[in-house]
């Protein structure tokens, strides 16, 4: 069977299982994930649950919102992207990651996560204790912006006690959690493929930053075992904190989901035909 018509038999099923989307964290990279939900959108795949980490919690809980990846494209293009830079005196960080949920605050049709037609997760990492800590309840917008909060750039979030900061610290590629609140077909978005081949470690700083990517990318390796397909846009030859490159990121995005249709199919063909 075609892609279509393998979409439309499992929405006319009166149960099938559920589809979920793991999308990683990034910074700038993480607009590619615009990309990707462009050529989902496209082929009409029915996502049921969301989780995503710093740029992909920004990116997906718009998504999950009811944004189209067409909108969020438009919105990326024409955003000053200052907003990330507001200077704090003291703290954890250095920067104030208030501007990103003023920022969400402006553009987020909804207000509470139980608003969200699509269920979605955003994950934080405790900076006390290095847990996990999953955010699905509440505002939206305040949780993303604690996924984002990368530590040492941002000062850390107090929320319920606890001092909160990037999820990518302990699953930056979040399919623990996507398989947990039970994502049955799991599709994830790897953004860190190729970027430690891109990497040139010839200073103490970019030297820290490659030692840094190392372990985390073993971290993302582990997660993308319990993954059904996963979609790797080439975007590591970009900066991190290339936020003017928004077509391009969009393009990668959508180049590496349509190399994936093919394989798309063939996992909705075997649910379809073993049901």
Same mark, same amino acid.
């Given at each position: 069977?075609?892609?279509?018509?393998?979409?439309?038999?499992?929405? !006319?099923?009166?149960?099938?299982?559920?589809?979920? =989307?793991?999308?990683?964290?990034?910074?700038?990279?993480?607009?590619?994930?615009?990309?990707?939900?462009?050529? =989902?959108?496209?082929?009409?795949?029915?996502?049921?649950?969301?989780?995503?980490?710093?740029?992909?919690?920004?990116?997906?809980?718009?998504?999950? $919102? #009811?944004?189209?990846?067409?909108?969020?494209?438009?919105?990326?293009?024409?955003?000053?992207?200052?907003?990330?830079?507001?200077?704090?005196?003291?703290?954890?960080?250095?920067?104030?990651?208030? #501007?990103?949920?003023?920022?969400?605050?402006?553009?987020?049709?909804?207000?509470?996560?139980?608003? %969200?037609?699509?269920?979605?997760?955003?994950?934080?990492?405790?900076?006390?204790?290095?847990?996990?800590?999953?955010?699905?309840?509440?505002?939206?917008?305040?949780?993303?912006?604690?996924?984002?909060?990368?530590?040492?750039? *941002?000062?850390?979030?107090? *929320?319920?006690?606890?001092? =909160?900061?990037?999820?990518?610290?302990?699953? !930056?590629?979040?399919?623990?959690?996507?398989?947990?609140?039970?994502?049955?077909?799991?599709?994830?978005?790897?953004?860190?493929?190729?970027?430690?081949?891109?990497?040139?470690?010839?200073?103490?700083?970019? $030297?820290?930053?490659?030692?840094? !990517?190392?372990?985390?990318?073993?971290?993302?390796?582990?997660?993308?075992? %319990?993954?059904? =397909?996963?979609?790797?846009?080439?975007?590591?030859?970009?900066?991190?904190?290339?936020?003017?490159?928004?077509?391009?990121?969009?393009?990668?995005?959508?180049?590496?989901?349509?190399?994936?249709?093919?394989?798309?199919? $063939? %996992?909705?063909?075997?649910?379809?035909?073993?049901?």
């Amino acid at each position: 069977m075609k892609l279509d018509s393998l979409v439309q038999e499992l929405k !006319n099923r009166p149960t099938r299982p559920r589809i979920g =989307l793991a999308l990683a964290g990034g910074a700038a990279r993480g607009l590619a994930h615009i990309g990707v939900l462009q050529v =989902l959108e496209e082929v009409k795949l029915p996502v049921d649950l969301i989780v995503g980490t710093s740029a992909g919690a920004i990116v997906g809980s718009l998504w999950a $919102s #009811g944004m189209s990846a067409q909108k969020m494209h438009r919105i990326a293009r024409a955003t000053e992207w200052w907003f990330l830079a507001k200077p704090v005196v003291f703290g954890t960080g250095l920067l104030h990651s208030h #501007g990103i949920e003023s920022w969400l605050d402006r553009i987020f049709p909804v207000d509470k996560f139980a608003d %969200l037609p699509i269920q979605f997760i955003a994950t934080a990492t405790d900076f006390r204790t290095g847990e996990l800590v999953v955010l699905d309840t509440g505002d939206v917008t305040h949780a993303v912006r604690i996924s984002c909060t990368v530590p040492g750039v *941002y000062q850390a979030v107090e *929320y319920q006690g606890r001092a =909160l900061v990037d999820g990518g610290l302990v699953q !930056n590629l979040p399919a623990q959690v996507a398989r947990a609140f039970g994502a049955e077909i799991l599709i994830a978005v790897d953004l860190h493929s190729d970027v430690l081949e891109h990497e040139t470690p010839q200073t103490v700083l970019v $030297s820290l930053i490659h030692s840094a !990517n190392i372990l985390q990318r073993q971290q993302e390796l582990a997660q993308l075992r %319990l993954v059904d =397909l996963v979609v790797q846009p080439k975007v590591g030859e970009f900066s991190a904190v290339s936020f003017k490159s928004v077509d391009q990121f969009v393009e990668r995005g959508r180049v590496a989901a349509q190399a994936k249709l093919e394989e798309l199919t $063939s %996992l909705l063909g075997k649910v379809v035909g073993g049901n």
